[in-house]
């Protein structure tokens, strides 16, 4: 009998995730709570419906990253949502696809190496403040529950000298966020319904510029 906790990730098929991929990211989450009592990696209120809130909700983005990119960046990857989620789905796409987490905290990127080895990821855990990196670059950056879009775009602007896509992760003032930073930035952008949130939204942002 199929595990009805890992039948809970169908509703990511249509985003071309396999099923060969389910009991990885089933097993991420377990492994989420269970590490979760020790040290803060999600909110507690929040461990019932991690794998909605969190793993899911990470996960739905992966139709909006170009495969044949090269280099992905997670700038504040936590307990690695999005960063270890979407290389776990990309190991199994066989993507070469390589993932940079940026992580200040010591106990997080211990964590996030820890679960790195144990699903042979090709992910690199940067522990370091990212605000205090100069001269970046990543094909792809990604953001979820990281910080608000205007000290996001002015990272980006400042420490990241090459980037072709960020995409970004939006709650429910999402709409107003992004008429806000349109007076002082111009940039193109797709955007995308979230599957586990009705209020919230995805954007995939290109040729991000200040005015």
């Not at 979820?144 to 000290?151: E, G, L, N, S, T």
Request: hydrophobic share 40%; proline share 2%.
């Amino acid at each position: 009998m199929i595990d009805s906790n890992i039948l809970n990730y169908s509703c990511l098929e249509p985003l071309d995730v396999s099923r060969e991929t389910f009991p990885d990211l089933e097993e991420f989450r377990k492994i989420i709570i269970k590490k979760n009592k020790s040290i803060n990696l999600i909110s507690k209120n929040t461990e019932k419906i991690c794998k909605e809130r969190h793993i899911i909700d990470s996960a739905q983005i992966v139709d909006l990253i170009d495969l044949n990119r090269t280099i992905c960046t997670d700038i504040g990857s936590g307990s690695g949502l999005p960063g270890i989620v979407l290389a776990i789905i990309m190991k199994h796409k066989n993507s070469k696809m390589k993932f940079k987490l940026y992580e200040k905290s010591f106990h997080k990127s211990n964590f996030l190496k820890e679960v790195s080895n144990k699903f042979n990821l090709n992910v690199e855990v940067l522990h370091r403040d990212i605000f205090k990196e100069k001269n970046l670059s990543s094909d792809i950056i990604v953001a979820r529950a990281f910080k608000p879009i205007p000290v996001i775009f002015n990272l980006l602007h400042n420490n990241f000298k090459y980037f072709k896509e960020v995409i970004l992760f939006l709650g429910k003032n999402g709409k107003k966020l992004l008429q806000d930073v349109l007076k002082d930035w111009n940039f193109e952008y797709d955007e995308k319904k979230s599957i586990t949130n009705s209020e919230s939204t995805i954007l995939k942002i290109k040729n991000l510029q200040k005015v």
